[in-house]
């Protein structure tokens, strides 16, 4: 199985940037994805997740309003539109995948997981 992460970059704060996720060796439609991302410094934490049909997404609180998960099961690719981005986004953004129609917050729930995707918002 390979999850590969693309699209990240370096953008101004206000910008906007999306970011892809390709998988394969795996039964796209079987499984939910996630987004996650990691600071300098700080723990990987939840981004965004989209279940397996695609008809239920969540964010997390401090996205809501500006990302946008969404997935193409035809292509086995997954996406994350960033608007608005800010300083505070600047992380390595990881996709990951979970075997399960419902996706989770939780880290432990994904059995793989991307290489990562380095976004900086410069201010």
Known sequence: VQ???YGGGVVQAGGSLRLSCAASGLTF???AKGWFRQALGKEREFVASISSSGGRTYYADFVKGRFTISRDN???????QMNSLKPEDTAVY????RSAFFPTTERSGYNYWGQGTQVT???
């Open 74 to 80: 035809a292509k086995n690719t997954v996406f994350l």
């Open 3 to 5: 999850l590969q992460a």
């Open 121 to 123: 918002v410069s201010s």
């Open 94 to 97: 990881y996709c990951a995948a």
């Open 29 to 31: 439609n079987n499984y």
